[in-house]
């Protein structure tokens, strides 16, 4: 079986944030690590070369496939911040009602920037995220 190929490094998040480009991009990316570690507790570490993850959790599935991923996290990317929020976004209807301007794939949602969305909504899906982490893969 294929092993994961998005895992943590040793890069710094921070040095990572600091050299973005794109000034607004890099404020907004400060301001999610502050919200991912309060609601986690846990330190930003890249996972890759371009994501930023908070927390780890062990999955394992029907089919077999198992590994270690991060609980939340962010990937800046060109024009757009991709959330990891560990949840199933279409779940959420009552808070995406209120989020803002936003767009979801499969598991991510992705956003312009930060002033495009209410926080405090922001806020309680990264909580879900964490939530249902915790209970579909409680620690053992």
Excluded at 26 to 43: F, H, N, W
Aim: charge should be positive; hydrophobic fraction near 35%; aromatic fraction near 8%.
């Amino acid at each position: 079986m294929a092993e994961n190929k998005t895992k943590p490094t040793k890069v710094s998040a921070a040095k990572y944030i600091d050299a973005l480009e794109d000034t607004q991009q890099k404020k907004d990316c400060k301001v999610l690590v502050k919200m991912m570690r309060a609601a986690t507790g846990e330190r930003a570490v890249m996972w890759g070369e371009s994501i930023v993850g908070f927390g780890t959790y062990h999955y394992k599935y029907e089919s077999g496939r198992e590994g270690d991923i991060m609980i939340v996290g962010f990937a800046p990317r060109k024009g757009q911040i991709s959330l990891y929020l560990s949840c199933d976004i279409q779940k959420h209807a009552d808070l995406l009602a209120n989020l803002g301007k936003y767009q979801t794939g499969k598991g991510c949602l992705y956003i312009k920037q930060l002033s495009d969305i209410d926080l405090d909504v922001l806020g309680q899906l990264i909580q879900r995220g964490i939530d249902e982490i915790e209970t579909d893969y409680p620690k053992k």
